[in-house]
Each structure stands twice: as structure tokens, then as C-alpha cells.
């Protein structure tokens, strides 16, 4: 498989569930990053991760908590999520973590919260 | 401070040309432009560095006027497969990752 990868695509869950995102990306990309995509609102940067360490938080709830294991893959562990948290996320990486470098997306995960 | 777009919807026919703005109120390092379809992700168009340096695709044009803090996308000879939704995002001095403004919808008509 090439570029980024998300998994599931479609995602319904309950309040009191939790659940896990997967990103992979086949780029040998050394960044990765969470994006949240509303309805009528600009894409929201979430997380950024580089070489494995995570480097900004933007001030997101802690019922959203990312992993990183390695450099290809990074989760997105939700759990008591409330329904304004019904969204597409998106996963991106770059080459590095330095400003002027262009991300790549995956296709998302559509989560609705019920 | 989310860098604002404009127009926010445009029609046009096959073959026209469109301009697309972005205009932010802060010192900005790079602006970068995507394009996302429904239901697909945003695929990177080009990035434009404080400078002038340039990267991106050979069918795409673009400026950015540091001055100013302006970028706009050129869209010339637009065909249907231009359709979609364009994105500026926008990068600071100091910041780590984009900051996106809320899109410019782009429909063409054959």
C-alpha cells in the first residue's frame, strides 16, 4: 500500500465507548499529525508528532488521546465523547517536522457520536 | 487566527479562469493550498515560502505577497476535474503545523 491510510473509514459509537483511529503512512515520514474536519468549519490541527515525540496539543480535550509507536503509525484513542465530536479525522504526515514541508492525507475517519 | 478565504463559492464553465484568496493578519513563513473532493482528502497543490521559493505541481500557479501576508491560487483553463473544495493553510514564524481557513467551493460546469 502507498501514501497514508486510515482505518476504520466509517465509525458510530456511543458516548461511554471507546474507541481507537489507526493511521499508517508508507511515505518513510518522519511527522505525523491529527486534524479535525467539521461541518462548516476549517480544518482544526489537533496533534503533531515528530520522530515519535509529540510536539503540540492545540488545548484538545483529554477524551481524545493520541499514540505514536513509531514513525508510521499514530492512533487517536477516544473515549466518553460527547456528540459535537462527530466529525471527519484526518491523519497527515511530512517529511519533517520543519515549516515549509508539504503534508500528505489520508481519507479520514467519518466518527459519529451518538 | 485563521487566515481568511475568498471568494467562498465560485461557478464557472469549463475553460474559464478563477482567482482564489487568502489573506492572514499574522507574519506568516509559508502558505500552503490543497484541493479536497467529497468524501476524499485533501491532496497537496503547491507551498509558497516566505522569500519565493515555490513548490508544487507545473499546472498550478500561485503568489504570495509577504508584505501583505496574501497568497492567491491561479486557476487557468479550469477543467471539470478542478471541481472541489481549495484549502490555504498557513504557517508561522514559531508554530508547528497548518492553520487552514474555512475553503473556497469551486464548481464547473461543462
Known amino acids: 500500500e502507498t501514501g497514508v491510510t486510515q482505518t476504520p473509514r466509517h465509525l458510530v459509537m456511543g458516548m461511554t465507548n471507546k474507541k481507537s483511529l489507526k493511521c499508517e503512512q508508507h511515505?518513510?515520514?518522519?511527522?505525523m499529525y491529527w486534524y479535525k474536519q467539521s461541518a462548516k468549519k476549517p480544518l482544526e490541527l489537533m496533534f503533531v508528532y515528530s520522530l515519535e515525540e509529540r510536539v503540540e496539543n492545540n488545548s484538545v480535550p483529554s477524551r481524545f488521546s493520541p499514540e505514536c509507536p513509531n514513525s508510521s503509525h499514530l492512533f487517536l484513542h477516544l473515549h466518553t465523547l460527547q456528540p459535537e465530536d462527530s466529525a471527519l479525522y484526518l491523519c497527515a504526515s511530512s517529511q519533517m517536522r520543519d515549516r515549509g514541508r508539504e503534508q500528505y492525507f489520508g481519507p479520514g475517519t467519518r466518527l459519529t457520536v451518538t | 487566527q485563521q487566515p481568511v478565504q475568498s471568494p467562498q463559492a465560485v461557478i464557472l464553465r469549463e475553460g474559464e479562469d478563477a482567482v482564489i484568496n487568502c489573506s492572514s493578519s499574522?507574519?506568516?513563513?509559508?502558505v500552503h493550498w490543497y484541493r479536497q473532493k467529497h468524501g476524499e482528502a485533501p491532496v497537496f497543490l503547491m507551498i509558497l515560502l516566505k522569500g519565493g521559493e515555490q513548490k508544487g505541481h507545473d499546472k498550478i500557479s500561485a503568489s504570495f505577497n509577504e508584505k501583505k501576508q496574501q497568497s492567491s491560487l491561479y486557476l487557468t483553463a479550469s477543467q471539470l476535474s478542478y471541481s472541489g473544495t481549495y484549502f490555504c493553510g498557513t504557517e508561522e514564524g514559531g508554530a508547528d503545523g497548518l492553520t487552514f481557513g474555512k475553503g473556497t467551493h469551486l464548481i464547473i460546469q461543462p
Open positions: 499574522k507574519a506568516l513563513y509559508s
Open positions: 511515505l518513510g515520514h518522519n511527522a
